[in-house]
DNA sequence: ATCTATACATATTCTCTCTATGTATTGACA
DNA sequence: TGTCAATACATAGAGAGAATATGTATAGAT
């Protein structure tokens, strides 16, 4: 049903939200809606997770086997889907977080060369 | 008639390569192949341009102004279409480069928390 | 003569992200 | 009491960008 839009705004660097949802979760488990917020306050509202991002990640975080989800109840009270990581959630965030650092330095070699 | 395929590997951190090559032009006139090398090796070969991402990427950038285009022949004798900034180019480097910094910052923000 | 590197280009597929929309519940406040 | 904002989940659809695969052509080296 969604009707035709003028453009499409990119609110992160795509190919990096997986990395800071594996990077959030690796401070602990935490819901969907907790995520976006704890990546919006930390990066001073740089980075924008749009729900329509978020929960389509999750679920293939979840269909690789990097996080783990179960329902639980809020200390607000409401019911939320708590997600946590795996084992193999933290060899992953490993890997990212290194290929992250490998590709900012070589994208800021071709921006000035030595 | 492409045939399917395993996976889907990707070279480049997505959103960065019209950067990339509006950097590289920005030292000069240059074909598509030459980009395409300037990268791989001031990325000491980190990053890999794929011709399949780079001429649709160079007709993105002539269609929004940002290159003009021209054929020349190379120093080797062979016909090669050489690509320029434009005034609008060279502003939106400028701004994707400051653009990159702010998000690498940002995502920093997240994977290292003051 | 054949092979490698150079040089361009496109069709197709894939993946990710955004837009838009929907449901439901809690707590505040008028 | 009613309504509103914030919280919390989810999906359909569109759009964009990048890779895969393939094609053409030519210069120079072996």
Chains 1, 2 share one sequence.
Do not use: C, N
């Amino acid at each position: 049903m969604a009707t035709p839009r003028e453009s499409f705004k990119v609110e992160l660097l795509p190919g990096t939200l997986d990395l800071l949802i594996l990077k959030t979760l690796s401070l602990g488990s935490m819901h969907g809606y907790g995520i976006a917020q704890h990546i919006g306050r930390l990066s001073a509202a740089a980075l924008q997770v749009e729900e329509g991002s978020l929960y389509p990640a999750l679920q293939r975080l979840k269909l690789k086997g990097l996080v783990r989800a179960a329902w639980r109840i809020t200390p607000t009270k409401r019911r939320a889907r708590y997600y946590e990581l795996t084992r193999a959630g933290k060899r992953q965030l490993a890997q990212e977080v290194s290929a992250f650092e490998q590709v900012v330095v070589a994208v800021r070699s071709v921006l000035r060369p030595a």
